[in-house]
């Protein structure tokens, strides 16, 4: 990732100021927290962003659809007639900022806050009195396939339906809940079937569709004006493209998080339970899990630090609860419980350090029979790199380490798994490439001026030379895409999963917002902290010349993508950048590869064809899609219980269909666990991959690839 350097700030000291001083002097009064903070961002993009638009009416009415989707991506709020007193900012966005004036903003805001109260009264109107289901008539619930209502009384009639909707799938879960005469979904389906609507359950269901409702409409109308104003800018940056955002500071400090892969809090995950914090889980080895007290299930209520007053929980979104609960490592936080059986409890917890040892790359043995190889596995969750200490854990370094493991092992290959690895550090792409490789370019990228820039691989040594198979999916992504490429341009690999990986080909650059307020804008310290800007700096390109932009890596070996039914990808981004080419570098191919792709393919497909997982997981795909498709829901109550017996028993089908152990005779070995915590998690993720149906089919391809090796040396 690349870091802020102050070499760039006489750029955007110009712009800054001129920026600046156009403000005040149209404004005629000192600026705002919201106006210095819209040119910063601005500012940054548009001198260093590697596509800054030629077209800038074209950019304002990018910012302007986008930002309206964010408020209303489902159609539910604003109506043709808002849009139509907006549509004159469509082209002026620009002009706002440079002015320093935010009219559109403002305006936008103050019809939507006047539409979401309008929205409460008919809520309450509606759900004071019985609903009547018996009315045949349906909503469509894709707002792809809908517009937005022309005017209040077809917004009126939209939430109409929508409520039906809700307290028809509150109902129904409630009266399923009620059956116990029968376990099965079936038999609960079979005692409902042709019953009459209960009273007592529809008042229910209405109360709580009327609590949540209002909850979610409360939520909007007192989300805090910096949070707000944080949506409104991210559709500035996005119209650049997708992947250009603004960082509010609590965002700032969760990409930190997610980087490094620790925090320093109490373990624990939470989520909104009605007007309350709950918590989910605990994570074993952390601050909660050793002190004890604190489960899965309970509510926290307050939150104390130390000696000082608790704060009510209640009606808090969770991620300002987290923000109370989280500190400094050695600090005391003191909770407030309610526990499942009523009780009330104080519990005191000391902070410290909690690692998330799932996002670190971790490896396993597959023995593949008495008389088989044993096979090494590699998982890379993430490309992770604790930027903020010079001795955290990086995934190249730990990658390192699991190869040398298995290399002591003596497994005869190895499978890396970049599947769901949305990528991170560039610097590890690169150097954990070159585990693999004597010496050469791993990837190549171009700024705004054309100028090529080639990442080398840092160490001449290669740590594993043996046969190699990579796991990919849609979900791989960015430095996963990197590595992948490298490793398939020099014939070092053989990619297997999904047709093609995400297509994420693009740097991103950080800087802080806060540091260039100290630069430029000193007088205005009152407005720290303002949070950091993610940018587009440069466009990857692999070795062969050819971008991951796009179109991604495609894998020599494809397998039925799970998530075929989403459109998942950098395809489905809008104001995405588009594929292209550079000049390819010169680079010398792995010269021990003796597959023969045509036959790995063959052999593979003779495999899939026969195995009644992958048929299931193809089944499951369809069926998904199906359901997808099918976004009318009927507001009768009969016809919407066979609709829904249909679809929840489909599902369940497929969701208890026996998962099959792979690979008969098979064992995985894991690490020797340190304590039992670690022992615990070694199990779970080991019993996972016991049921992995494509980790399967990686090691049978390595297997191929491993016989091709000894047939060739033998001849």
């Known amino acids: 990732m690349k870091r802020f350097s102050l070499r760039s700030l006489p750029v955007i000291l110009v712009i800054g100021l001129i920026l600046l001083v156009l403000t005040t002097s149209l404004t005629g009064q000192e ?51 808002d849009l139509k007193t907006l549509e004159p900012f469509r082209t002026r966005l620009d002009d706002e900022v440079r002015r320093g004036t935010t009219e559109f903003y403002n305006l936008s805001w103050t019809l939507l806050s006047k539409r979401l109260r309008e929205i409460q009264g008919y809520i309450d109107t509606f759900l004071a009195e019985p609903l009547d289901f018996e009315v045949q008539e349906y909503i469509e619930l894709d707002p792809k396939k809908r517009d937005y209502p022309k005017d209040s009384a077809a917004l009126k009639e939209l939430w109409r339906k929508l409520v039906k909707a809700q307290t028809l799938n509150v109902y129904l879960d409630l009266l399923l809940a ?62 650049f493209d997708p992947h250009s955002n603004y960082l509010a500071p609590k965002a700032k400090a969760d990409f930190d998080i997610e980087m490094s892969g620790t925090l320093e809090g109490i373990g624990a995950t939470l989520q909104e339970e009605g007007e309350y914090i709950k918590v989910v ?80 790359a971790r490896s396993t043995v597959i023995e593949t029979g008495k008389a088989g190889p044993k096979v090494g596995y590699i ?31 003596n497994v005869a290959g190895i499978i890396l798994d970049l599947r769901d690895n949305l ?12 585990l693999f490789i004597e010496s050469g370019p791993i990837v190549q990228s171009k700024n705004k001026k054309g100028e090529i820039s080639v990442f080398y691989d840092p160490d001449p040594a290669v740590v594993y030379e043996g046969p190699l198979v990579v796991m990919v999916n849609t979900m791989s992504a960015s430095a996963s895409e990197i590595l992948a490429a490298a490793l398939q ?9 999904s047709a093609h990986t995400f297509g994420k080909g693009t740097v991103q650059g950080m800087i802080s917002l806060d540091h260039f307020l100290d630069y430029l804008f000193p007088r205005y310290a009152s407005f720290k902290p303002l949070g950091s800007l993610k940018f587009m700096e440069e466009k990857y390109y692999r070795i062969n010349g050819g971008a991951t932009q796009l179109e991604g890596v495609q894998a020599d070996l494809v ?74 829901q009927p507001l009768q109550l009969a016809e919407f219980i066979e609709q829904q017996r249909k679809v929840q028993l489909e599902a369940e089908k497929l969701n208890t269909a026996p998962q099959p152990t792979i690979g008969a005779g098979w064992n995985f070995i894991g690490q020797r666990a340190q304590d039992e915590v670690h022992a615990a998690r070694e199990k779970e993720w080991l019993d996972q991959l016991q049921t992995d149906l494509y980790l399967e089919e990686a090691v049978h391809v390595l297997l191929d690839i491993v016989r091709a090796g000894s047939q060739a040396a033998a001849a």
Do not use: C
């Open 178 to 239: 009620e059956e116990n005469a029968t376990e099965t979904l079936a038999g609960k389906f079979q005692a409902i079937k042709g019953r009459a609507l209960q009273p007592e359950l529809e008042e229910q269901a209405r109360t709580k569709v009327k609590n949540d409702l209002n909850r979610v409409i409360r939520r909007i109308l007192e989300e805090k004006a910096e949070d707000r104003f944080a949506r409104y800018l991210n559709a500035l940056t996005r119209s």
């Open 559 to 632: 397998l039925p993508d799970p998530y075929a039914y989403l459109e998942i990808g950098e395809r489905y981004h809008e104001y995405a950048l588009p594929w292209d080419k550079v000049a390819p570098l010169s680079y010398k191919p792995w010269a021990s590869a003796a597959w023969n792709l045509a036959e790995l393919k063959a052999n593979s497909a003779r495999r899939l064809a026969d195995h009644p997982g992958f048929a299931l997981v193809q089944k499951n795909i369809e069926q998904v899609r199906k359901q997808r498709e099918s976004t009318l």
């Open 379 to 409: 998982a890379i969750p993430s490309f992770y790199h604790d930027f903020n200490n010079p001795n955290g854990r990086t995934s190249a370094g730990d990658v390192r380490k699991e190869l040398e493991r298995l290399k002591k092992e």
């Open 31 to 81: 600026p705002s927290r919201e106006q210095v903070l819209t040119q910063l961002v601005m500012g940054s993009l548009t001198a260093w962003h590697y596509a800054s638009p030629s077209d800038m009416n074209l950019w304002s009415a990018q910012a302007f659809d986008l930002y309206l989707k964010a408020l209303d991506y489902n159609k539910r709020f604003f109506t043709q007639w």
């Open 489 to 497: 341009d020099y014939g070092r690999a053989v990619i297997v999963g």
């Open 281 to 360: 889980s605990i994570e074993p080895g952390g601050p909660s899990w050793r002190q004890g007290q604190l489960k899965a299930g309970d509510i926290i209520l307050k939150v104390a630090q130390g000696d000082e007053e608790p704060v009510d929980l209640t009606n808090m979104p969770v991620d300002e609860a987290v923000l109370l609960i989280r500190g400094k490592k050695g600090t005391e936080v003191r909770l407030t419980v309610k526990k499942p059986d009523g009780q009330i409890e104080v519990i005191s917890i000391i902070r410290d350090v909690v690692s998330f040892e799932g996002k670190y």
């Open 423 to 434: 990528g991170g550090a560039l610097d590890d792409a690169v150097k954990m490439a070159g």
